[in-house]
């Protein structure tokens, strides 16, 4: 009588499992899909957090280089938050425009369609540039004397390092 219903039970487990597995692993079965956009969720999710520390990091450094208040902090995420949509919504027509002309680059448009393209993002540029130096004036005048020094000295560093870490591009 036991053994019949250890079988018993063994046999529903059996197939409880094995239908389990059989769901997950069916690519037509939206289950499938679900574990897939949950796992890149996880992915996504892993990655931001890393984004965060790594700027929370530099924040620090930047805050222990200049030696700056926490009012002086404060004051310097105001303005960042100002420019910050300005700054990404141009960063944003400037790669979508840069993708435009690789996709014109590959196919048959006209020189003079390449170079328009070409000013255009040339323009994003600028307007990028003006943008992140009216930015730089009103940090300026949170900043004693000193602290500027040190800002230039931490700027000069950080453009240092950033062109160490980029790849040597061939000669021709």
Do not use: C
């Not at 289950?31 to 984004?51: F, N």
């Amino acid at each position: 009588m036991i053994s019949r219903e250890f079988a018993l039970i063994v046999t529903v487990l059996t197939l409880g499992i094995g239908g389990t597995i059989a769901l997950a692993s069916s690519s037509n079965e939206p289950y499938s899909s679900v574990l897939l956009s949950e796992t890149k969720i996880l992915a996504q999710d892993e990655e931001t957090q890393s984004r965060r520390n790594r700027r929370r990091e530099r924040t620090e450094q930047f805050q222990q280089a200049l030696n700056l208040s926490d009012q002086q902090m404060q004051q310097l995420g105001e303005i960042r938050k100002k420019y910050r949509p300005q700054m990404q919504n141009l960063a944003q027509q400037m790669q979508a425009k840069s993708q435009e002309l690789n996709r014109m680059m590959q196919g048959n448009a006209s020189e003079s369609d390449l170079r328009r393209k070409h000013q255009e993002i040339a323009n994003l540029r600028q307007q990028m540039g003006k943008i992140r130096f009216e930015s730089m004036l009103e940090m300026r005048t949170i900043l004693n004397t000193e602290q500027r020094q040190r800002l230039a000295q931490f700027l000069q560093q950080r453009r240092q390092a950033r062109g160490r870490n980029r790849p040597n591009l061939p000669n021709n």
